[in-house]
Structure formats: structure tokens, C-alpha cells
């Protein structure tokens, strides 16, 4: 699994990890509701701005989520092909800007601080029969997969450039949804080995997020 943070004294790495992952949440929050393309795009602008504070290497690790980019359009052609274009558009930039700002807050904070953080606002959760640690490894195994998602798009783009020598294209879109559905699986079957979030006595048994191997 790559990396997914990415050093840097930038004003949104100095963020602490709970305020971030607050503002994502109550983003994501905001954005359900909007029905209009012009509002959506602007927040699709707003996300792509506020991404600079990672520099080139964030955007460089981007350009590797072209796959998703393929399926996103192939579901705005599902959406003109059934006459609902215009609210296929909201919901793609809805979520490109969600996949911006996850893969931001993931590249700007550590995984053991996102952990840290989420610990004490989920801890009443264990008043009532429901396990913090569980809830708080499902919030950073969905933000953390965004950057594996494009680790594995590299990996996959490199490969084909390998044996052919072009550029993949769309041709990488099948391929790339069975891989994604395979690693989910395989990090689903360590975490039952180890006996789920249970079985982790505290942040440093974390690679990124997922657990070590």
C-alpha cells in the first residue's frame, strides 16, 4: 500500500485532524442536498483550490485517479442516456469534490492523528453497546482507501505502459474495479484474522491506515 501522507508545512497540514475531518463531515453533509449544477461546480472549484495546499506531488497523485474519472463519466452518459443529465452532472461533481477533499484531509494528516482524534468523539458510543474503535477504523479505512484507490490506478497504468508502451485510457476501468473489490476483500480477511478493530492494541499496528501484513 502507498504512503498516503505527504510532508509539508502548509496551513492545512498545521490543521489538527479533528477540525478537518469536521469540516469534511459537515462538507459532505452540505452537499446532498444541492440539486443544481452551477453550485455544485462551485464546490467542486473550492475543493480543487483548497487541494494546492498539498502542491505538485498532491496533483501528480491525482492524475493516477483517471479511472475513477472513466466511471464517473460513464455514469454522467447513463444519466443523458435516461434524460436525467442534469442531475448526473450534480451528482459526479458532488463526488469529485468528496474524492478531492478526502484524498486533501488524507494527505494532510497522519493516520495515527485521524485516529487520535476520532477516539474521544466516538467513546459514548460504548455506553450503549456500540465499539468506538470499530466505528473510528470504518471513518479511517473509507478516508484512507481514497489514496490506496490511486496507488492502485498507478500500478495499474505503469503495468500496461510496461507491455505496450501507450497510455491505457478507459481501457483500465474493468480491470481496475476488480482490483479495488479484491483489495477490499483482502484487508476485510486480515482484519478478521486479527480479530477485527479488537484485535489492535493501539495506532502503531496502523500502515497507513490499513493494517500491517
Do not use: Q
Request: glycine share 8%.
Amino acid at each position: 500500500m502507498i504512503s498516503a501522507y505527504i510532508p509539508g508545512e502548509s496551513w492545512f497540514h498545521r490543521i489538527s485532524a479533528g477540525p478537518k475531518l469536521l469540516g469534511l463531515c459537515a462538507l459532505t453533509v452540505l452537499l446532498f442536498p444541492v440539486d443544481k449544477p452551477g453550485i455544485a461546480a462551485l464546490a467542486f472549484s473550492v475543493a480543487l483550490v483548497l487541494f494546492s495546499a498539498v502542491g505538485w506531488e498532491g496533483y501528480r497523485r491525482l492524475m493516477a485517479l483517471r479511472p475513477v474519472v472513466y466511471l464517473l463519466v460513464f455514469l454522467l452518459i447513463f444519466h443523458a442516456l435516461t434524460g436525467t443529465f442534469v442531475s448526473g452532472l450534480v451528482t459526479v461533481f458532488r463526488l469529485f469534490t468528496m474524492i478531492l477533499l478526502a484524498t486533501l484531509v488524507t494527505f494532510t494528516t497522519r493516520m495515527e492523528d485521524m485516529l487520535d482524534a476520532l477516539n474521544p468523539v466516538l467513546t459514548p458510543l460504548n455506553f450503549i453497546g456500540i465499539s468506538s474503535r470499530r466505528i473510528a477504523l470504518a471513518i479511517a479505512l473509507v478516508i484512507r482507501f481514497t489514496p490506496v484507490l490511486i496507488g492502485l490506478a498507478e500500478e495499474l497504468g505503469a503495468a500496461y505502459r510496461a507491455r505496450t508502451g501507450k497510455r491505457a485510457g478507459p481501457r483500465l476501468t474493468a480491470p481496475f474495479a476488480v482490483l479495488a473489490l479484491r483489495t477490499a476483500d483482502h484487508v476485510s480477511e486480515a482484519l478478521a484474522a486479527r480479530g477485527g478493530a479488537d484485535g489492535f492494541e493501539d495506532t502503531a499496528e496502523f500502515d497507513g491506515g490499513l493494517p500491517k501484513k
